[in-house]
């Protein structure tokens, strides 16, 4: 079932800020709209999902490197990837609410709508016909699901067509032939729809010097695309063989009203792929297996995960689908693979007047590669291991915890090592149990409040273990180690407390699954 859960978000976002994951920016200035900063656990978690990405892309594959281009590019890479002309969303204004709306998204959200109304009836469907029930032939024959689906394909068709023309006076009739309403005050009383550039620009050198204008990046995969042939050179790479990336990215959103769903400012991990024309489809569905196997293997429900295959393909690609998440709005895009032909490497080979080709031995001929694109939002990454990681829990004594199931080893805090009292040489011990584990581990002291209370505070922020060292540590070196989720403790040697922690929280151990 999609979330929708407004309480849900709204509990996250206080969460995230009570406990040091999130921050709204400047905030003791009122904040800034859809830019967020990382506390001190958010910084560990975010690097932590980076670095599953970074490994199960660039270390686990042999033909994948890795690079780290600069924000700014020559002015020229916006114009040849087309979003100096083309990267606008459509956007209207609602007269009564004043509050702005991408003309598209409002078409989406309709169209989700009628999506609603047909999982409804696969349901009641599914419960009425029970194990003989064929969705696949249900959705093909059932007319008033038939009916639906119509609906929807014409919306699209006409959705597609004024965009690609560019008549958004038809964007504006389809908003009003539908009925659409402002979601907030209900009303009908639209503006006209206007194309608005998601890019921001600045000056580079002072003005006297004669100024130039400059971009902050929209997307971190000019910077591989203008970058192929170095990589290519220097690393002496055989097609087919990818670049990744993860950086920041810029986009002037319209409306960024869902956390750190949609920023101004976000992060992007990028893997642009270079395959022979002609191999696009089987990378293609490589790389959709490999991508959604790599959110699996994180456990975090794989119910919440869905493709959404594009119908109205970017000019640019012959293939494209998101992977979709359960966030608490229902589900979103989460990442996007797109399979984008020989677009930019042509587009920038005629901007620059330089071949960007690759020789194949095996061809005896040049060519410009075909490229493959996985794209996932880094910060749409954390909220979703956070949708699904918070809990809140009734205890059998009837108390109650929150805490954050999050994945071991994308956890902040590792282990949190109390002393039982803060006297007796209990404190000492700990600081060596810490020395013991902090090479390899990220580790938290904390003496303060009776140990339950210290249990609650590590759940909250998702410490997997915790170990507690007592008087009996004294006399046979043993401590008790207690699992976050079944707060199950058991007493083990010191000794074997770094190999244990090690087995349970390492990367490793997901890198083996992928
Ligand atoms: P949307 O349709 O939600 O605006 P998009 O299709 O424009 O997203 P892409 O250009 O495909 O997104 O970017 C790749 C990924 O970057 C997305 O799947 C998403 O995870 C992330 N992303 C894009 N825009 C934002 C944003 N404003 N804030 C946070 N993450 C973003």
Redesign the pocket.
């Known amino acids: 079932m999609a979330n929708q859960d407004d309480n849900l978000l709204k509990k996250i976002i206080s969460h995230a800020k009570e406990y040091g994951f999130i921050f709204p920016s400047s905030e003791i200035y009122d904040g800034l709209a859809a830019a967020y900063d990382y506390g001190q656990n958010g910084v560990e978690l975010k690097n932590n999902i980076k670095s599953f990405w970074w490994k199960a892309m660039v270390q686990m594959n042999e033909n994948i490197v890795g690079i780290d281009a600069s924000i700014f590019m020559h002015p020229t890479t916006w114009k040849a990837s087309g979003h100096v002309d083309a990267f606008n969303d459509p956007l209207i204004d609602n007269k009564d609410s004043k509050k702005r709306y991408r003309a598209d998204v409002l078409v989406e959200e309709y169209i989700a709508k009628i999506e609603g109304k047909i999982d409804k009836e696969v349901d009641k469907a599914a419960k009425r016909f029970g194990d003989s029930f064929d969705k696949d032939q249900y959705l093909a024959t059932n007319p008033r699901v038939m009916g639906y689906a119509e609906e929807i394909a014409s919306i699209n068709k006409r959705m597609k067509e004024a965009i690609e023309q560019e008549n958004l006076a038809e964007v504006k009739k389809l908003i009003e032939d539908l009925g659409i309403v402002d979601p907030v005050s209900g009303s009908k009383n639209w503006t006209d729809v206007r194309q608005f550039n998601l890019m921001f620009s600045t000056e580079l050198g002072s003005v006297a010097d004669g100024a130039s204008k400059i971009y902050l990046r929209p997307?971190t995969a000019q910077g591989i695309f203008v970058n192929f042939l170095n990589v290519q050179k220097s690393g002496r790479m055989k097609i087919p063989f990818g670049i990744a990336q993860i950086g920041k990215?810029f986009?002037n959103?319209i409306i960024?009203r869902q956390f750190?769903?949609?920023?101004?400012e976000?992060e992007?991990m990028?893997m642009q792929f270079f395959v022979k024309p002609g191999d696009e489809m089987e990378w293609y569905e490589h790389w959709k297996n490999k991508r959604i196997q790599w959110h699996k293997t994180l456990g975090l429900g794989e119910d919440n995960y869905r493709f959404h295959d594009h119908l109205n393909l970017a000019h640019y690609a012959n293939a494209a689908c998101?992977i979709e998440f359960n966030f608490p709005m229902g589900f979103?895009?989460?990442?996007?693979i797109?399979s984008r032909t020989d677009f930019d490497l042509k587009a920038h080979e005629e901007h620059s007047g330089k071949k960007l080709q690759f020789f194949d031995p095996q061809e005896n001929k040049s060519y410009v590669p075909y490229v493959v694109e996985t794209?996932?939002?880094l910060?749409?990454?954390f909220l979703a291991v956070m949708t699904s990681a918070y809990k809140e829990e009734v205890l059998e004594d009837g108390s109650e915890r929150t805490l954050l199931k999050l994945p071991a080893a994308l956890a902040p805090t590792k282990v949190a090592v109390f002393p039982l009292v803060k006297k007796d040489g209990l404190p000492e011990k700990a600081h060596e149990i810490i020395d013991l584990l902090k090479l390899d581990f990220s580790c938290q002291y904390d003496e303060k409040d009776a140990v339950g209370k210290r249990y609650r505070r590590q759940d909250a922020v998702g410490t997997p273990y915790c170990v507690t060292v007592d008087h009996q540590t004294l006399e046979d070196n043993t401590v008790t180690i207690r699992d976050r989720d079944t707060m199950q403790q058991e007493r083990i040697d010191i000794t074997q407390l770094h190999s244990r922690v090690a087995d349970l929280v390492s990367l490793s151990r997901l890198l083996k699954q992928l």
């Open positions: 997307e990215a986009r959103e960024a750190i769903f949609r920023m101004r976000f992007q990028e998101d979103k895009e989460l990442e996007g797109h794209s996932i939002g910060d749409r990454m």
